[in-house]
């Protein structure tokens, strides 16, 4: 497989049209396109659309560590354990 790399502007009504170098002949070809998203960090906290942005970013995370999500139950529990341990000396 043979490779292209080139950046182009995309118009409001989304056609694009873009000429290949010349070592690229006729056949089929699979065309891939990557808009980027501004960076949750770059975005005002909190904004709309830093959450927006960041939602992607947290549904890839909890997509590859399952074994890290908790429920609210679970996160209660371990307050709890955790206030328990201080003890009553305070």
């Known amino acids: ?3 292209h790399k080139m950046t182009i502007t995309v118009p409001e009504s989304g056609h694009v049209e873009f000429d290949l170098p010349s070592d ?3 056949g089929e ?3 891939i396109v990557l808009v980027p998203q501004p ?8 904004s709309r659309e830093a959450l927006l942005a960041a939602d992607p970013i947290i549904e890839a995370w ?12 679970e ?10 341990s201080w003890g009553d000396d305070r």
């Not at 949750?40 to 909190?46: I, V």
């Open 75 to 84: 996160i209660d529990a371990q307050i709890a354990e955790e206030r328990a």
């Open 1 to 3: 497989m043979h490779a």
């Open 39 to 46: 960076s949750p960090a770059r975005l005002r906290p909190g």
């Open 24 to 26: 690229f002949r006729g």
């Open 62 to 73: 909890r997509a590859g560590n399952p074994d890290k999500l908790r429920t609210a139950d």
């Open 29 to 31: 070809a699979e065309v």
